[in-house]
C-alpha cells in the first residue's frame, strides 16, 4: 500500500500565494504519475496539474501559467506552487499517485485525504 500525506493548504488573499505539497511512502516499487486534483462545493472533481516519471507534465487550462507542478524524485514527493491566486481556485485541493508496490504487480491509483484551499477576494 501507498500512503500520501498532503500539506500547505489555507486561507490566502486574491493574488496571493499558496505551495502545496504531498508525500508518498509505503511500499513503493514505482511511481507512474503524480498529481494534483480539485473539488470545489457542488463540484466535480477536476484535475489540476500532473506530472509524469519522464518528467513531462500538463495543466488546466484554467492554472496555466500560475500553477507549477515539481516532483522531488529524491522524497518521492509532488508541490504544487500555486500564485496569483483567484477565488474560483477555492477548493479541496487532493493527491493523486499512480504507482506500483512491486515489478509484477499492476499500477495502482492512491489519494490523499484532502487539503483545503480558501482564496478570498
Known sequence: QVQLVESGGGLVQAGGSLTLSCAASGSIFSIHSMAWYRQAP????????????SGYTGYADSVKGRFSISRDNGKDTVHLQMNSLKPEDTAVYYCKVEAKDNYNGPIGSYWGQGTQVTVSS
Open 42 to 53: 457542488g463540484r466535480q472533481r477536476e484535475l489540476v496539474a500532473f506530472v509524469l516519471s
